[in-house]
T-cell receptor, first 112, second 112 residues
């Protein structure tokens, strides 16, 4: 069965650079959400989209923005990267807002 | 602020043992509680619980929710080394769409 696809799997950026992470939800899923997981920490909710509209906002820094496109894929744009942004970034998708969420494999971002 | 707490933080058992993982939550307008297994990368969905007292079962894993006492347990019987992982529980509120509030996880190690 198709799963949530994230790209790239690994990304190394320098401080103050910009990064774009992509997420392709499970087919027919209309809801996407982004989580950040630092080393040894549990996932922290960043932002979510339902039917291409932002639905909830968590602890997403102002330097980050995201959107969901007409094909339901989502992109997380991260600017002015800081060392503390180094983390695993997970995207999850669900069919409608309250069903179970399935996670992608994550993008490991390292800021040097 | 919503809060999810898991216990124990870590657990070491031998193959064949039975383990019980605990999750307590304080989620305003609680909707559902989800359990995930996280090995090296992405959390893998296990269960979603919305009704109190109804056990969900999948193979050697089972889980139940107590909405009166605000907790859930995840049981794993006849543990195997492949069960070694971090087990995350997450609460979801009615008015928070897809945002999951995760607990800190329980790190389970199953020794041969």
């Amino acid at each position: 069965a198709a799963g949530v696809i994230q790209s790239p799997r690994h990304l190394i950026k320098e401080k103050r650079e910009t990064a774009t992470l992509k997420c392709y939800p499970i087919p027919r899923h209309d809801t996407v959400y982004w989580y950040q997981q630092g080393p040894g920490q549990d996932p922290q909710f960043l932002i979510s989209f339902y039917e291409k509209m932002q639905s909830d906002k968590g602890s997403i820094p102002d330097r980050f923005s995201a959107q969901q496109f007409s094909d339901y894929h989502s992109e997380l744009n991260m600017s002015s990267l800081e060392l503390g942004d180094s983390a695993l970034y997970f995207c999850a998708s669900s069919l409608e807002r309250y069903t179970e969420a399935f996670f992608g494999q994550g993008t490991r971002l390292t800021v040097v | 602020e919503d809060k999810v707490v898991q216990s124990p933080l870590s657990l070491v058992v031998h193959e064949g043992d039975t383990v019980t993982l605990n999750c307590s939550y304080e989620v305003t307008n609680f909707r559902s509680l989800l359990w995930y297994k996280q090995e090296k990368k992405a959390p893998t969905f296990l269960f979603m619980l919305t009704s109190s007292g109804i056990e969900k079962k999948s193979g050697r894993l089972s889980s139940i929710l107590d909405k009166k006492e605000l907790f859930s347990i995840l049981n794993i019987t006849a543990t195997q080394t492949g069960d070694s992982a971090v087990y995350l529980c997450a609460g979801r509120a009615w008015n928070a769409g897809n945002m999951l509030t995760f607990g800190g996880g329980t790190r389970l190690m199953v020794k041969p």
